[in-house]
């Protein structure tokens, strides 16, 4: 009951036919994953809406940074117009509380110093 291997581990020298090669196959895609026509549509039609998505957000996200830029740009125009105001109005109160103002509109109003006897110290 032994089995005989002996042939299998001969060489056949004399033999003229030339027997077929067995090749390797390279790793090819695994059978899992089969690309279909429709897969391949599917595919396609995701790159295209998420391509469509991406340019419009950032077509959108360059209109709102255009936007926040023209309103800083005219705050800050404004800004500029209300400090040259508060120069103008600081001018004129340093102006109307000089002691020269204030006496020449006392006598405009006939208003005159207080006499000693009128002055009263707490």
């Known amino acids: ?16 036919k030339k027997k077929p090669v067995k090749r390797k ?9 089969s690309f279909t026509k429709p897969m391949w549509k599917a595919i ?3 790159l295209f809406v998420t391509l469509v998505i991406t340019l419009s957000s950032t077509f959108w996200y360059g209109w ?3 936007l926040a830029l023209d309103e800083i740009g ?5 800004n500029q117009e209300l400090a040259g105001l508060n120069l103008q109005l600081t001018s004129q109160r340093d102006m109307l509380l000089s002691q020269g103002h204030m006496e020449k509109t006392a006598k405009k109003l006939g208003l005159y110093p207080p006499a000693d006897n009128q002055l009263r110290y707490p």
């Open 44 to 46: 396609g039609a995701m």
């Open 1 to 16: 009951m032994i089995k005989d291997y002996s042939g299998s581990y001969t060489a056949d020298r004399f033999s003229s």
């Open 25 to 33: 196959k390279a790793v090819g895609s695994p059978s899992f994953i």
């Open 74 to 78: 005219s705050s800050t125009t404004a």
């Open 64 to 66: 709102q940074i255009r």
